[in-house]
């Protein structure tokens, strides 16, 4: 009989072993005999030194003590404290040399998750290859391999996973023992049977540190007891992976193979054309484009006449100006071809935009190829037989404005009154064409009619001649008719104007007088005023006008055509709507045709025919759904695009608009001035004149930089001559200036010679980077680059497109359609979003953007209801200005003048903030928010914002001149000159007053610069002259001040650069004519839509 | 109904038809086998499947062939398109106005979902709520209400494909009810030319109006059969466990437990109470239609398809091959 210690496997085992240990310390470290009910969780620990005496002594203290005796391999234990006796039918017994090594393990419910795990195997089993194999299936190459041996020589296999796998736990604890596999917590020593815990932990492990030793625990309690340290190694150590394949060894030789590879043609981005081959006929389609362009703008247009197998063809460029806008995309659309881009690394090589030469060759191989050495230009053309070389040995080209001068079209008043002249006064003249032409123009195609006004003819000379007999009635007749034309042109020309019966009118007087194509766009005009179902006579005279033709054959070939003209675009949809007006509509199949060709906002037509000819069909067919197709359509291709120049406005409108300020007989010299590249000039040498009163002084690097700054000025505006006077001081001078402005003339004079020739922008770079190069000494050049980076004529492009590339980080989600729009900016602006400020203010433009183009008003409304409440989310004011003019965008565009009443104030206030770090945003969401609101008929909500925004006091001066500067700006966009003016006037004392830091004041003279360029050429002049008369107030301490003063030549280039450009202030002329435009189009469309739906 | 004994007869011999109607749907797929097995088996099982995938992945024509190889009556196959926009009445049916008038709420569901056999609900995480709501007790009790009354549906098998699964919690109901859902990718690249020529007699067979696959070898009334016989024997010993001891072998038991386990606790892969028990039965079927006896450890492949999120299905189906030595 043995007294013993009675466990039940729970957690009160806790207690009675601290008890047991605080009465006898000793016990711990005695040899134990442990025996193990196996139906159960209990175990009994029996011990020598655990007596009667012991047990007496410790009975008192309530340990579960009682008496163990064996019968019949039946384990009886009887409970000191009395009780029935309790019988082990099944047990266990075993021996532990201490008392925490005789505690028997508690089972863990469920699968718990440990630190590290230990799977042990015998090495000669399977059981480790297979465990291997799928750790390496799992991914678990950071797994350990442990190898033991034990006492008798058998050697054990380990693998140490931490964050074990539960599955090849569960697989190990479910297998058949052949793996046993123990878990531990932590680092701690003590590794313990998994699914297992032990019931004292913290003495076991303290036991094992105290012998530097670790041990695995079995589950039943067994110790294996191992040194504390493990030689491991990484799994891969322990794998000798397999692979049962032949092999094959191969080794590389010298070889001479070549093969024939075919050269193509092959799809590629679409680029700005750079060249056109033109037939004669071809050349005179330019004519509408010629009509519209600046002087500057025909500057950049060259013509070259060349012969070959294909007979005459003129080789049209375009000399590409870094900063200036290309003129490619309208030459296209005025062709309807597609023209020629310059293929990158060959200087002299064009291939058909938007296709590229594939597979890609050494620029060695393609110069072999095509012969580009012995050729000035090649061009790679296409057509159905494949690529065409076409090698132009040499070109003689000449600025398209020499082929122009034949005739002054902004002069037609005065043409006209010669004409009327002439049939009363000088009834003896004559036209008498030189006979030598200085350059042979085309003759015009026999199909087209050919007014006297637009033929392309070198000048005329008037000679008399033998009087002849005139007809009075017939010339009276004409004068009345032309007087006529003026006083309903002046009606129409305010913009607006929606009366049908005004604009027919003026269409049968033009139609009178022969002039086909404006009498075709009053009566597009007429007839969309007038609304469906459109009037036959009237849709039968834009057909007549148009020359289109409404049988079913023309009808048929113009619509499955692959490409149209804007001339047979036209014809096509105003012979539909004929046809549609006259009740005999085209059949539904070719209707089917027709009716996407006039949904595409890129159809090169007006917007109004477009309208016509698909409100005309559905109106006739009464389908609801295909009008608000159509309405969605015309009206997305409008937000996106708005209107065009070319396209929507009429030819005369636009003379007119260049005519800003002329009367019948008498002009004012600010309109004459404007409009005139002369009056450019006249303003330019003003102003040089006043910047070189006082004399400019030899040797002086300040004086040769104006100069140099000027004559780019006059470069520019064709005065080349005047240009080289202006620079000749500076080339003789060149070698006594310091090397780093030496660096900075040699960059102006480039930038002479390349406004002359019209390089791209590659060229211009490569030009810049060799001449800043040839500064060898680093900081030299520093100080070049320093003026060169700042400069807006020295910069290269890529400088400028790297800022540009900034924008438009935001991508919509993958398969979002205009539907779920609004989610997605519900979603980004909500307050839980974790994404940055201007992610969130691009995101709704994008959203806002989107939904316009899709033309629906009930989508944009959604979105703009989704993103307005989260506006206040965006932190960063700057951004949240941006996100705000996006929603005015688009409150504008649908009516919403409440929301647009909110934003704008919401506008205000963060222009008020404290807390607006930067009025950059802030200035361009007021450009974006006054744009649309001029574009969607709100001039009163943007004369309120302008005033509202000329009341606020911005953080920082230079923010405040920015924002006046917008201010004065808009209110000149509006035709608020006046109050522009006082703004512009407080604006430049501001700056030019003694106030402001240096670097504030230049930037305020610079957006003052830009600002001015929406003012008439005279304002500008005088506005400038204060400029140049306080020049040297635009000091700086910068380091390359040594050398040079920044701000002076920044301003100074701004001012010339102003004076040089006529491009602004025609557009804004145009582009009011266009909003007012825009604004009558959507009320129509709506209207229109209204009454075919009943809405 | 039928009863155990009238099915026992003829159970292999449906049991053979399925497995050839399964490989004769399989000629007019390239690599499309896996989805073809566990539409045939959800049809078996009367479980929903859910196929997730890009468009032009032969989603749609793979329901389309399968529910016309089943020769259904007119009237017994429903196929809708679902939007944000789509009402309750374009998938239940209209409200009957004349009923109306009289102050009753009934709906004309002929031709419409719960008057249909089978049913393909496409872009089913786009529907709004209201629809959203009526399919999870249509899918969960197989009924639908009427005028407040609990009104039994025909549906027996229903599909769903989905683009994506969207990240939202009001849309985990709906997907937690579609206990497999298999991720369709595009094969173009591995099986070029025979996608090309697949595609072009496809094509060919739509022009001409022939449709050979209608030909199937098994009809609906097999699979109906098949899926009473199952539920029949599952009820066979009229004691806990007794289907389990005979038919899912303890080692391959505990695989199964070992393997949703790891999912739940590794890749927090939810398997709800309701989903692992039907997910049994579907193994269990699986087991008994591919070789007619007890579930092997290849039936566990099941587990690859009951990743929840868009996320997780690649995962978890990489996992389970992994853990069942199939290869990552």
Known sequence: MRFCLLLTGTASDGATLAVLLEAAPFLAERTWSVMLDMSGPASALACEGLD????????????????????????????????????????????????????????????????????????????????????????????????????????????????????????????????????????????????????????????????????????????????????????????????EAPRVVMRSVESEVRFRVAIRLAPAAITDPDLWLLSPEQLLELEPLIEVSTADELSRLTVARLTGGDGTVYLLR?????????????????????????????????????????????????????????AHTVVLTEDRDGPRVVTIAEVDEQPLQRWIDYVATDRRLELDKLLERSVFEFPEVTIEWPKEARQPAPKRPSTREAPVKR????????????????????????????????????????????????????????????????????????????????????????????????????????VVASRRTPAEASRLGASLVARVAAQRPPADELMQLALPIFADPRLPVSRRLAWAVLAGWHHHARDRLGITRAKEAILGGINERGLSELHDLPRF????????????????????????????????????????????????????????????????????????????????????????????????????????????????????????????????????????????????????????????????????????????????????????????????????????????????????????????????????????????????????????????????????????????????????????????????????????????????????????????????????????????????????????????RAQGGLAVAQALRHWPNMTRVERFRRFIAALAVFRDTFTASRYYDTHKILILEAIVDSLADSRTRHSDRVQGFLDQEEHALRRRIVTDWSAVCGR | MWTLEELEPEIDDIRARIQQHRRGLKEYFVARDEEIDLAILCAVAQEPLLLVGPPGTAKSDLVVKLTESLGLGAGDYFEYMLTKFTEPSEILGPIDIAVLKEGRYLRRTRGMLPDCRVAFLDEIFKSNSAILNTLLTILNERKFYQDGQPTPVRLVMLFAATNDIPDQSELEAMADRFILKIETKPVKDRHFEELIDAGVMNESYRASGHKPWTRGAASLDDFLKLKRFMDLSFGMGREPGRDRAQWFPRPVFAEMRRIVRALETEDKVMVSDRKLVKLYKVIRTQAFLNHGGAVQTSDLNLLAYVGNRRDEIPVVASKVKALLGLGG
Request: proline share 5%; hydrophobic share 45%.
């Open chain 1, 318 to 374: 375009e000399r590409v100006r870094p900063g200036t806008p290309r003129m490619a995309g309208r030459v296209s659309d005025t062709l309807g071809v597609p023209g020629y881009s310059q293929v990158a690394g060959a200087d002299n090589l064009y291939v058909p935009t938007g296709r590229r030469l594939m597979p890609v060759l050494r620029r060695d191989d393609l110069r072999a190829l095509l012969g580009l050495e012995r």
């Open chain 1, 455 to 558: 033929a392309p003819a070198p000048k005329p000379v008037v000679v008399e001649e033998a009087a002849r007999g005139i007809d009075v009635d017939a010339a009276a007749h004409l004068r009345a008719l032309r007087e006529q034309v003026r006083a309903l042109e002046k009606r129409v020309i305010a913009g607006g104007c929606d009366e049908p019966e005004v604009w027919q009118e003026l269409g049968e007087v033009k139609a009178e007088l022969g002039d086909g194509d404006e009498a075709a766009d009053c009566f597009e005009m007429a007839l969309l005023h007038a609304g469906p179902p459109y009037d036959a006579g009237l849709a039968g005279r834009l057909m007549a006008a148009s020359r289109g033709d409404d049988s079913e054959d023309s009808l048929m070939e113009w």
């Open chain 1, 653 to 1000: 409108v636009r003379h007119a608009l260049a005519r800003e300020g002329e009367d019948a007989n008498e002009e004012s010299a600010e309109a004459r001035g404007d409009r005139l590249q002369q009056g450019q000039l006249i303003a330019l040498e003003a102003m040089w004149h006043e910047a070189s009163q006082a004399g400019l002084p030899e040797m002086d690097a300040p004086a040769a930089f104006m100069r140099l700054i000027f004559a780019v000025g006059f470069a520019r505006l064709g005065a080349r001559g005047l240009a080289q006077e202006l620079i000749a001081p500076v080339e003789l001078e060149l070698d006594v200036h310091e090397i780093p402005n030496r660096a900075l003339f040699r960059l102006y004079m480039a930038r002479l010679a390349h406004e002359s020739s019209g390089g791209s922008p590659e060229v211009w770079a490569a030009e810049v980077g060799r001449i800043v190069e040839s500064v060898r000494d680093a900081r030299l050049q520093q100080a070049v680059l320093w003026l060169q980076k700042r400069s807006m004529w020295l910069r290269t492009t890529n400088e400028e497109e790297s800022a540009a590339s900034k924008g438009a980080r935001y991508k919509l989600p993958q398969g979002v359609d205009v539907g779920g729009l609004a989610e997605v900016v519900a979603r980004e602006v909500s307050i839980g979003t974790r994404t940055f400020d201007y992610l969130i203010a691009e995101a709704v433009d994008v959203c806002v953007r989107r939904a316009l183009a899709s033309g629906s008003d009930a989508v944009v409304a959604e979105v703009l209801a989704s993103a307005e409440p989260g506006l206040g989310n965006i932190q960063i004011l700057s951004h949240r200005a941006e996100a705000v003019a996006a929603c005015i965008h688009g409150a504008a565009s649908v009516g919403d003048d409440a929301m647009v009443g909110r934003l704008l104030e919401t506008l205000v206030n963060i222009a008020r903030s404290e807390k607006l770090g930067s009025a950059r945003e802030l200035v361009r969401a007021t450009q974006r928010g006054l744009g649309a609101l001029r574009r969607f008929g709100g001039l009163e909500p943007a004369r309120g914002l302008l005033e509202a925004l000329s009341r606020v006091h911005a953080y920082t001066s230079s923010d405040q001149i920015l924002l006046s500067a917008t201010v004065a700006t808009g209110f000149v966009q509006i035709g608020e000159e006046r109050v522009a003016d006082e703004v512009l006037d407080t604006l430049c004392a501001q700056v030019l007053a003694g106030s402001l830091d240096y670097v504030t």
């Open chain 1, 52 to 243: 009667a005496v012991l047990a007496d002594r410790l009975m008192p203290r309530g340990l579960p003590l009682a008496t163990a005796s064996e019968q019949d391999e039946t384990l009886v234990l009887a409970p000191l404290r009395g009780g029935a006796p309790m019988r082990w039918n099944w047990w266990k017994g075993r021996t532990a040399p201490r008392l925490v090594e005789a505690l028997r393990l508690r089972r863990l419910p469920g699968e718990p998750l440990v630190d590290e795990a230990l799977f042990v195997m015998r090495s000669e089993t399977e059981a480790p290859r297979l465990l291997l194999e799928r750790l390496l299936l799992l991914g678990r190459s950071d797994a350990q391999v442990v190898s033991f041996v034990d006492e008798a020589g058998a050697g054990s296999f380990a693998v140490k996973v931490k964050a074990p796998p539960i599955y090849l736990m569960m697989a190990a604890r479910d297998g058949g023992g052949e793996v046993a596999v123990y878990g531990r917590h932590g680092t701690s020593s003590l590794w313990v049977a998994w699914s297992f815990e032990h019931p004292a932990p913290g003495p076991a492990a303290a036991s094992l540190a105290r012998m530097n030793q670790a041990a695995l625990v079995d589950r039943e309690g067994n110790w294996l007891r191992t040194p504390a340290e493990w030689r491991v190694r990484a799994i891969h150590d322990a794998v000798a992976p397999e692979l």
